[in-house]
Structure formats: structure tokens, C-alpha cells
DNA sequence: GCTGGCACTCCCGGCTTGCGAGTGCCAATT
DNA sequence: AATTGGCACTCGCAAGCCGGGAGTGCCAGC
């Protein structure tokens, strides 16, 4: 056998030539054969010595061919060292990044405005699907509660936090209260947290029911109620997602069966998020090539995610998903840019 | 030229006929032939005699072939006399009623989540893509507003309507007003709107604007703003969606193309809102077949709709997206039901 | 007016064929 | 020992061909 099949490691030239390849690959799609990649690998190689190394590769893994006198293609791990090793990113065009400042940080959008932009951003720019998840808020302050009187023995709560965030919900109460009662409740919940932190809130609020056992019972154990909402609603109800048609017009989802499971998984979810929520501790830009996800659905499909933070505190992940023969070396740096500016936009707003 | 084809309207036999051909056409998709025809139709006649008849139905446009040895398919024509005179509507199942009481009288949801529900239930039970509009409120009144000062020139201002609808947004002030002051502002609008419709409220706000030149112009205008945009959004960001990927599975659309155009149309949601605005003014169940709805992107498909009411006051509209050879016998009914519990719903958390 | 018979048309699936692209191996060259 | 040209071979793919099946239109007879 070769040297270099004995080395984990491909040699110099083995990377060379694997690097053209896969930029050859993720161009056009085809499987690349040995004369186009001795012609374009810019090496002075004649086609059989590149076959020759093809064969190396293909041991080691890296390439695989769809049959027998085919070109060849990457495999998941011929992606990952490209990916990991051999790329150079590309950094985004003054224009993409003018477009991207102009859209966040323009100062007259709500936040769920703002991901969505975000969103159709990383679509519109990178021709894939834009994913964005809602922002988690941990240290959510209480600020101010306030109860209106509906019909009958309905209630209108509404909850203030931090500087901006807005909850409301109506709650069905077990009989009629006055709405001096409601005002005085609501005042005194107001004395007692304003500025806490939720969590603060809940253990005194707690505390508070076990020992005094007062009337107010049922109006504070909603107020609680909504307050472990915000905490777990934000993080749950999930992502905003941009461009999924775009997937459509992508050769290996062609099949519609496979794209309808695709799609389905972008509605339950469920998947999805799980998958981010791995990408949400870490450093900077993250990649899943094909099966790496681990979900069925995103074979021949990459995510390529990044976090985004709020004061040094990551509070999201967005990203992007597409073929796995995607342009990385575009939209790594794009989606590095854009997590950034999200949280400056978020900041600047909070 | 045989008699049926000289009136318009076709015999009672070539009516019989196109009945089964269509329920059998809806049933398997394949064209139907007159072997098939004369087997099924329950009339004692022969496969010869059913070609005339369907040569007949050919010339009047209810049929057409595919190809010249295929059997017949029906046309849109032909399904528009089916529903319009052939079809007898099958009533819903009992769980199926059921499922629906359910779920849309179960009182402990949000009007919000109300229409996802209602949306996903028509796309379960249909197996086809279910679609609720926004209710838009008409007449919205005033029940109470409120600003809180946030840091620097902001002010967080929460405008409660009628009984349930909360909307919130940031206003960015030239100056910082005191807390008092804000707080008497509040007081000032809520005593003297508080129970206006919002026109109303517009246009003595308006009056009072361009008489007295108060310091309080800018969160006067704002409520103004506000107030529109509830009257306006609710009617704009459209409607709520579910179960599209249930249209994956049906062979007219086997084309990916035709799919990511129908699910472009989907998310630009323009051309489907438009067309459910000429709903709204219908009395009952209305269905646009195939080209009918005059939007190439719904070829080959069919609307099934009906406006919902709250108070004998139309305030939405619903309905179903399926293939055009769908269960017209079972949608229509349910489509119906659903409208009117979902109105019932609305009414009963109003 | 209905019916059986019959020739005809067309789609469809399977099979074959030829071509092009690309490979693997080998022997010759440097 | 690495590189190279040559060559036989493999495979996918598109085109062409064929036969069967389904269904039609027409016609003559009842």
C-alpha cells in the first residue's frame, strides 16, 4: 500500500487535490473524475496520478463514488476535513454587509421584528433557510403587574418584565373581586418585587403562601404561573424560520417524500431545536455535515450555526440550513457577521 | 347530434353518470372508463351505451380524456355542476363532531390559540391543509391605557381594547416626561375614552390635537397610531395555517416546482388573503375549484371556505386547500361545522 | 335507441442498444 | 519509486423498440 494510506493523515498533495474537489463538487454538483481535477487542481498531475491518489482517498474515506465509473464525492468526513482543515473563508460582500447593518440595526423594529428580518436575512443572502430562535431572557426582572376586571369573575392580568417584555393572560378566578381589591393586590405585589428577579419572586411568593395563607391566594399563584411562563414559553415556542422554499429547488431534495418529512420537521420543531440547543454553548461558529445531526431528515442537509449574545451572554442561536454541498466558505463568515450584529440590534434595544 | 348535446344542461341519465364518474374519479385519481361506468353506476347499461353518453358529456365540457384511449376525467365544469347540483353532503362522524366540541368549546384558550387549534383540527380531519383568517374587530373600544417610563426617553405604552386584546409598544420621546406626568396622562385619556369605539376616539382625539396644542401631542398621536394598527394589522398579518405538508402527498402535486411556487404563495400570503376576502361576504360554504380561483399557483387545487361569524357579524373566514378531486361530500360539511363553533367559540371568551 | 363487435389509438413497462464518462490496472518511462 | 499513457472494463443514461392492456369511436344489427 501507499504511504499515505497507511498515515491517518492524507498527505500534502492527497489534501490539495481533495480541497479542488470538493470545490468542484459543492460548484456544480457532479461527481468530479480524474481529468477535470488534474486540469483544474492547478498542480502539474497527469489524470491517472490523480486516480491514483482518488484511490487513497476513497480508502481513507474521505471520497466515496455513487458506482463504478462515476467521478467522485465527498463523504460526511471528506466535508468535515475540508471544512475543518482545508477552508478558507470568503469573507461577505460590502454589499451583503451594508444589507445586513441597514436591516438590524435600523432602530424602529420590535424584537420579534427584529428575528424575523434576521431571518429572512440569512435566507435572502445565502438562497437557504434562515433559522433563528427566540432569545432567551434568564434574569428577567419584575417590574409591574396589573389586574383589570372583565366580565363576570374574569380577570385581565397583565405582567411587565425587565425594561419591554409584555404578558398577558386571563384569568378565571372562582368568584367576583372589586376593583379597589385588585388595585390594592396589585399595588402590593408591585411594592414587594418590583426589580427582583423572577426567581426571586417565586421562592418569596411561595415562601409568603405557606405561611400567611391570605385571600390573595389564587391571583398570586397566577402571577407565579406567568412569570414560569416567560421562562419556559420563550425558550419553547421555538425559532423563526425564513425561505424554506428555497430548499426546494436543491437537486438532492428532489424526492418529495423526503421533503415532506423535511418540512415536517420544521414544524413540530422539536428537532430542530434540540439540535440548536447543542450549538447554544458553543464558542462560535458551529457546523453539522449531513448525518452528524444525528436526525434522519437533515442527511444530505448542513446546519450551519452560530450563537448569538446579549451583554457577553448568549441568549440564542441562529444559522443556516442547505445542501450539504453548501458555499461554507460564504456562509460561515455570513452567519458569523450576522449573529453579531443581532446581538448589538438586541442590545441596542434592550 | 343526439338530443342531450343540443340543451345545455345534460339528461337526467348523462347526470347519473357524471356522478359516478366523479365520485369514482375522486375515490382512486385514475380516469374512468365506461366498462368501469357501466359495472357501477347501478343503471342497467351497457359500456357502449355509456361511451355515447360520455361522448355527449365531452362535447358539453363536463369531461375530458387525458389521452385518446384513457377513460374520462372530469373538468372543472364537470366538477362545478357535481357540486354544485349531483353532490349530497355526508355528514360528519360523531367523533368527528365531537373532536371538533372539543377541542374549539374547551374555554381555557386564548382567542390566538383558538384559531391554531381550529386550524389544525380542519387540516387533521381533512388530511389536507387547514386555514383560519384573523377575526378582524370591528368595533374595538377603549378600555384603558397606560405608560411606563422605561430608561432615558422611552416609555413602554400598553393599550388594553375591549376586553381581552392587549397591544404594547415602545414610544422613543425628544424628552423624558416624569412618572407623574405620565401617569396623569394615562388618567386624562382613560376617563375620556374609556368605553369609545376607536373611531371615535380617533376622531375627537383628532379635534382636540388641533384645538388645544398640548404638551401631551406626542402620546396623544401615539395612541392614535396605535389604535389604527389594531385595526389594521389584525386584518393584515393574515391568517393561520396547518397541515401544508399534507398536500406532499397527493400526485398532482408530485412536481417539485408546482410545490415550492404553492408554498411560496403560502408564505407571500397576498394571493391566498385575497382570495378569501371575496369569502367573506358570502353566506355560507363557498369553493373555488381548480382555475376558478383565477391564481395559477392553485391549479389543480380547490378552496373550500365559509365565513365565521361572532354575533351575526362576520368577522373571519376558514376553510380547506385540497386537491380538486377531494371528498367534497365530507369537506363541505365540516368546513360548515367548524365555522360555526368556531364563531360559538369566539363569542363565548368575547 | 341500445348493444356487441371490431379496428384503432395511445400509454406504459420492460428490454435492448449505443454512447460517454470515468475507472483500475499494467507496463513503460523518468 | 513515483508518474504516466494506454487499454479494457463498468456503469448510468437516454433513445429506441416492442408487446400488452385499457379504452375509445364507429358501425351494423337488433
Known amino acids: 500500500m501507499a504511504a499515505a494510506s497507511i498515515d491517518n493523515a492524507p498527505s500534502e498533495r492527497a489534501q490539495h487535490l481533495l480541497r479542488a474537489l470538493v470545490e468542484r463538487y459543492i460548484r456544480d454538483g457532479q461527481p468530479v473524475g480524474s481529468r477535470m481535477l488534474s486540469r483544474e487542481s492547478g498542480m502539474d498531475i497527469s489524470p491517472a496520478t490523480v486516480r491514483n491518489v482518488m484511490a487513497d482517498l476513497e480508502e481513507m474515506g474521505f471520497v466515496s463514488s455513487p458506482h463504478t465509473s462515476a467521478g467522485r464525492v465527498p463523504t460526511v468526513k471528506g466535508y468535515r476535513f475540508f471544512v475543518d482543515t482545508l477552508l478558507e473563508v470568503h469573507p461577505p460582500s460590502d454589499e451583503e454587509i451594508t444589507q445586513l447593518r441597514d436591516r438590524l440595526l435600523a432602530d424602529d423594529d420590535s424584537p420579534q421584528v427584529l428575528l424575523t428580518s434576521t431571518s429572512n436575512l440569512l435566507s435572502g443572502i445565502t438562497r437557504m433557510t434562515g433559522i433563528v430562535t427566540l432569545p432567551r431572557h434568564e434574569n428577567l426582572s419584575w417590574r409591574q403587574i396589573e389586574f383589570l376586571p372583565l366580565s363576570e369573575n374574569r380577570v385581565l392580568t397583565i405582567l411587565v418584565l425587565n425594561q419591554r417584555e409584555v404578558q398577558n393572560r386571563i384569568l378565571y378566578l372562582d368568584r367576583s373581586y372589586s376593583a379597589d381589591f385588585l388595585r390594592q393586590t396589585a399595588n402590593y405585589l408591585n411594592d414587594q418585587f418590583a426589580g427582583l428577579s423572577l426567581t426571586e419572586v417565586r421562592d418569596r411568593l411561595l415562601n409568603e403562601l405557606r405561611e ?5 391566594n389564587e391571583m398570586m399563584l397566577t402571577a407565579i404561573n406567568m412569570a414560569e411562563q416567560v421562562f419556559t414559553s420563550a425558550g419553547q415556542d421555538g425559532y423563526v424560520m425564513a425561505g424554506e422554499t428555497n430548499l426546494m429547488n436543491f437537486a438532492e431534495l428532489s424526492e418529495v417524500e423526503r421533503l415532506r418529512r423535511l418540512f415536517e420537521a420544521f414544524n413540530e420543531k422539536r428537532d430542530i431545536l434540540h439540535l440548536l440547543d447543542q ?14 445531526s444525528g436526525y434522519s431528515v437533515l442527511d444530505d442537509l448542513s446546519v450551519v450555526t452560530a450563537p448569538y449574545s446579549v451583554d457577553d451572554r448568549i441568549v440564542g442561536v441562529l444559522g443556516v440550513i442547505g445542501p450539504t454541498r453548501m458555499a461554507y466558505d460564504r456562509v460561515i463568515p455570513i452567519v458569523d457577521i450576522t449573529a ?10 434592550k
Open 212 to 216: 400567611t395563607r391570605a385571600s390573595l
Open 279 to 292: 450549538c447554544i454553548s458553543a464558542e462560535g461558529v458551529q457546523i453539522f455535515i449531513g448525518e452528524e
Open 340 to 349: 453579531k450584529l443581532l446581538g448589538a440590534a438586541l442590545k441596542s434595544r
